[in-house]
């Protein structure tokens, strides 16, 4: 069955660090691009694309929100995409979700476009809060 399952979501202190972490199964990612969308409390209707990577010459992409603080990566041996989080704000808590889509979909034309993706994993939270 064609699965993404996201991890490493928790709470920190402001200015501190997560690496989130998205395993796929069922298929293989090292042809599509990997994006992060995150939902904020209070705006569960909306899911704010954070970053994504190509496959096809790994450029990434970042909104200005979370650029210079963000970087995401991916390891296709593994066939897993990470989000590493750092200097977080209290405006970065929701529930992070990775997806996957075509190169197509990924590009500085933010917002991302959920429509777009493929395959959604089902979240994981992350809480930044003294």
């Known amino acids: 069955q064609v699965q993404l399952v996201e991890s490493g979501g928790g709470l920190v202190q402001p200015g501190g660090s997560l690496r989130l972490s998205c395993a796929a199964s069922g298929f293989t990612l090292d042809t599509l691009a990997i994006a992060w969308f995150r939902q904020a409390p209070g705006k569960e209707r909306e899911r704010e694309g954070v970053s994504c990577i190509r496959s096809s010459n790994e450029s990434t992409y970042y909104p200005d929100s979370v650029k210079g603080r963000f970087i995401i990566s991916r390891d296709n041996a593994k066939n897993t995409g990470y989000l590493q989080m750092n200097s977080l704000k209290p405006e970065d808590t929701g529930v992070y979700y990775c997806?996957?889509?075509?190169?197509?979909?990924?590009?500085?034309?933010?917002?991302?476009?959920?429509?777009?993706?493929?395959?959604w994993g089902k979240g994981t939270l992350v809480t930044v809060s003294s």
């Open positions: 997806a996957a889509s075509t190169d197509y979909y990924c590009s500085d034309k933010f917002p991302l476009l959920v429509y777009g993706m493929h395959s």
